[in-house]
């Protein structure tokens, strides 16, 4: 209790508003999973709330799928993405006992994004000292610009920036408090970064990298003990996980998804087989080596000035961080931040300007709202000191009230464009009218089609349409599926389809909205049947068994 009475009234009330402002944030805006990440997520969570355990009936991606595919089609879940994402938004429909139902799943996405901003509010102390500051800093990670449209979604956004932030937190503590503990917290932190996203393991090496520093002025024999510290606070989270694995595909961790590291156009996600090497990259030369790194630090530069600093906030975080680069509290922190910027620019380049960056960096948006309301108060005093007339204790709440205006501004006319909808898509409808309630299908997105229809099947592969046969017989796919998107078809790169030609193992079925065919063996050109004029040409329809979201 004594704790508690320590906390001042204005934290009080920062924490009541900041909960109700997640809270419409999060349903306000995001009331379905808004693209392919939070589906997925969601979808495993859902069977894992009715029961069914961490599996999936469909695939996103080739890498780690299991090899023979089962033949009840039911195959193990996360075997690219990790699983802390799923975890969650199945423990808050199975407290409510409300499979299905996104708002139970959106729990606790809002507690963490409420968390993330009192961690904000903690750093806007620590860096600047005033209630100003955390005040400041708290309402900037809540109206966080681009990021707010995401919040709300089942997705890596909400709890990475919690977990991810206060990992740095503990890190830089431990290396200034040096006592066990903060190590053991900074080991329980990064692995449910880790558990939340696989570049989660770069917390665990920033930790480390700071203990073993030369900065951290300690003995041999602390290392040690701090190290093993840190390690057990980590297996303690991801030991289970390991275990999993390691019954499911006897590693404790899939390796598939290092081969992005060697892609040469980003549609090699959905390679069939999957997998890339350095041959693959370097095949020319290093053109496509510099071209890849190029386009990413392009992209990721965008991202850095217009996601991470809200434009006009870039500079003024970057100038703060300078000014404070021999706190120990940020060794960690910026250690992170480079290590990430760098290995989303160099190792990983184009997963990591298509998205990756934007995802991990989640974690900073809470430092990032820090340093730039000290950097502000850092500049004013600058300018101040080169013209006497500047009065900095007048221009500093002024042009903070300013920076959250804009902040504010920012994601309102960000979260107005990007407001889900739980309506089920008219395209999704005519799949469920059409294809019988056993159908499994090749289509670009089977995480929305299964969370819609609840059909399972696999992806459209970056390969030509000949291995459509052999990707059938071997996941028991029926049917292919082409959208349209607009005068094209939303096909990956070197999926060359000419609807007018389609392979003769192809048999089409009138559909509204896109090509649908179905898989079978060869017919020969004298045996081969006219598209049917029928809306699902007999074949019976799951329209019944489609999706009511209006219910748990």
Same mark, same amino acid.
């Given at each position: 209790?004594?704790?508690?009475?320590?906390?001042?009234?204005?934290?009080?009330?920062?924490?009541?508003?900041?909960?109700?402002?997640?809270?419409?944030?999060?349903?306000?805006?995001?009331?379905?999973?808004?693209?392919?990440?939070?589906?997925?997520?969601? $979808?495993?969570?859902?069977?894992?709330?009715?029961?069914? #355990?961490?599996?999936?009936?469909?695939?996103?991606?080739? /890498?780690?799928?299991?090899?023979?595919?089962?033949?009840?089609?039911?195959?193990? &879940?996360?075997?690219?993405?990790?699983?802390?994402?799923?975890?969650?938004?199945?423990?808050?429909?199975?407290?409510?006992?409300?499979?299905?139902?996104?708002?139970?799943?959106?729990?606790?996405?809002?507690?963490?994004?409420? *968390?993330? =901003?009192?961690?904000?509010?903690?750093?806007?102390?620590?860096?600047?000292?005033?209630?100003?500051?955390?005040?400041?800093?708290?309402?900037?990670?809540?109206?966080?610009?681009?990021?707010?449209?995401?919040?709300?979604?089942?997705?890596?956004?909400?709890?990475?920036?919690?977990?991810?932030?206060?990992?740095? @937190?503990?890190?830089?503590?431990?290396?200034?408090?040096?006592?066990?503990?903060?190590?053991?917290?900074?080991?329980?932190?990064? *692995?449910?970064?880790?558990?939340?996203? &696989?570049?989660?393991?770069?917390?665990?090496?920033?930790?480390?990298? @700071?203990?073993?520093?030369?900065?951290?002025?300690?003995?041999?024999?602390?290392?040690?003990?701090?190290?093993?510290?840190?390690?057990?606070?980590?297996?303690?989270?991801?030991?289970?996980?390991?275990?999993?694995?390691?019954?499911?595909?006897?590693?404790?961790?899939?390796? #598939?998804?290092?081969?992005?590291?060697?892609?040469?156009?980003?549609?090699?996600? @959905?390679?069939?087989?999957?997998?890339?090497?350095?041959?693959?990259?370097?095949?020319?030369?290093?053109?496509?080596?510099?071209?890849?790194?190029?386009?990413?630090?392009?992209? $990721?530069?965008?991202?850095?000035?217009?996601?991470?600093?809200?434009?006009?906030?870039?500079?003024?975080?970057?100038?703060?961080?300078?000014?404070?680069?021999?706190?120990?509290?940020?060794?960690?922190?910026?250690?992170?931040?480079?290590?990430?910027?760098?290995?989303?620019?160099?190792?990983?380049?184009?997963?990591?300007?298509?998205?990756?960056? +934007?995802?991990?960096?989640?974690?900073?948006?809470?430092?990032?709202?820090?340093? #730039?309301?000290?950097?502000?108060?850092?500049?004013?005093?600058?300018?101040?000191?080169?013209?006497?007339?500047?009065?900095?204790?007048?221009?500093?709440?002024?042009?903070? =009230?300013?920076?959250?205006?804009?902040?504010?501004?920012?994601?309102?006319?960000?979260?107005?464009?990007?407001?889900?909808?739980?309506?089920?898509?008219?395209?999704?409808?005519?799949?469920?009218?059409?294809?019988?309630?056993?159908?499994?299908?090749?289509? $670009?997105?089977?995480?929305?089609?299964?969370?819609?229809?609840?059909?399972?099947?696999? @992806?459209?592969?970056?390969?030509?349409?000949?291995?459509?046969?052999?990707?059938?017989?071997? !996941?028991?796919?029926?049917?292919?599926?082409?959208?349209?998107?607009?005068?094209?078809?939303?096909?990956?790169?070197?999926?060359?389809?000419?609807?007018?030609?389609?392979?003769? +193992?192809?048999?089409?079925?009138? !559909?509204?909205? *896109?090509?649908?065919?179905?898989?079978?063996?060869?017919?020969?050109?004298?045996?081969?049947?006219?598209?049917?004029?029928?809306?699902?040409?007999? /074949?019976?329809?799951?329209?019944?068994?489609?999706?009511?979201?209006?219910?748990?």
């Amino acid at each position: 209790m004594t704790g508690l009475r320590a906390i001042p009234r204005h934290a009080w009330l920062f924490g009541l508003l900041a909960l109700v402002i997640a809270t419409v944030i999060t349903r306000g805006v995001v009331q379905s999973p808004p693209y392919t990440d939070a589906f997925y997520y969601f $979808n495993a969570a859902e069977r894992l709330a009715a029961g069914n #355990g961490l599996t999936d009936t469909y695939l996103w991606t080739y /890498i780690g799928a299991p090899d023979p595919w089962p033949d009840d089609n039911v195959a193990p &879940s996360h075997l690219y993405w990790m699983p802390f994402a799923s975890l969650l938004a199945g423990g808050g429909m199975a407290v409510a006992d409300a499979p299905g139902h996104y708002p139970s799943a959106q729990a606790p996405f809002t507690l963490l994004f409420f *968390g993330m =901003a009192c961690v904000a509010f903690w750093l806007g102390g620590r860096l600047g000292g005033s209630a100003r500051h955390m005040w400041v800093a708290g309402l900037i990670a809540l109206f966080s610009g681009f990021y707010t449209r995401f919040w709300g979604a089942t997705s890596t956004f909400a709890p990475y920036a919690f977990f991810g932030a206060l990992a740095l @937190v503990f890190i830089g503590i431990a290396g200034r408090d040096k006592r066990a503990h903060w190590w053991l917290l900074a080991g329980i932190c990064a *692995g449910f970064g880790h558990l939340t996203r &696989s570049d989660g393991l770069l917390l665990l090496m920033v930790a480390f990298g @700071v203990l073993f520093w030369p900065w951290a002025q300690l003995s041999v024999r602390r290392r040690g003990l701090f190290a093993l510290v840190l390690a057990a606070g980590y297996l303690a989270v991801m030991g289970p996980w390991f275990l999993r694995n390691l019954a499911e595909i006897g590693a404790i961790l899939p390796v #598939g998804g290092t081969d992005t590291a060697w892609y040469v156009v980003y549609d090699e996600l @959905v390679s069939y087989p999957p997998g890339a090497e350095p041959g693959d990259l370097f095949a020319d030369g290093l053109g496509a080596f510099f071209e890849t790194r190029w386009l990413a630090l392009q992209n $990721n530069f965008g991202t850095f000035i217009g996601v991470e600093g809200l434009v006009i906030m870039a500079p003024l975080m970057l100038y703060g961080l300078w000014n404070r680069r021999r706190e120990p509290l940020l060794h960690g922190f910026w250690l992170y931040a480079l290590g990430l910027h760098l290995a989303m620019t160099l190792v990983f380049p184009l997963p990591g300007y298509r998205g990756g960056l +934007f995802h991990s960096a989640a974690a900073l948006v809470p430092w990032w709202a820090a340093l #730039g309301v000290a950097g502000l108060d850092d500049t004013v005093d600058w300018i101040a000191s080169k013209r006497r007339r500047w009065r900095p204790r007048t221009a500093k709440p002024v042009f903070s =009230a300013g920076l959250v205006i804009l902040a504010v501004t920012l994601s309102l006319s960000n979260a107005s464009g990007g407001i889900s909808s739980d309506e089920i898509p008219r395209f999704y409808r005519n799949i469920a009218q059409t294809l019988p309630a056993d159908a499994r299908v090749m289509i $670009n997105d089977p995480t929305a089609l299964y969370y819609f229809t609840g059909l399972g099947g696999v @992806v459209i592969p970056n390969e030509d349409p000949a291995v459509i046969r052999d990707i059938a017989d071997t !996941f028991n796919v029926d049917y292919l599926l082409l959208e349209r998107q607009g005068a094209v078809l939303g096909v990956p790169q070197r999926f060359d389809f000419d609807v007018d030609n389609p392979p003769n +193992f192809l048999t089409e079925i009138d !559909f509204d909205g *896109g090509y649908l065919y179905q898989v079978g063996a060869y017919v020969p050109p004298f045996l081969q049947q006219p598209p049917a004029s029928g809306g699902n040409d007999g /074949i019976g329809s799951m329209e019944g068994d489609i999706r009511d979201q209006s219910t748990p």
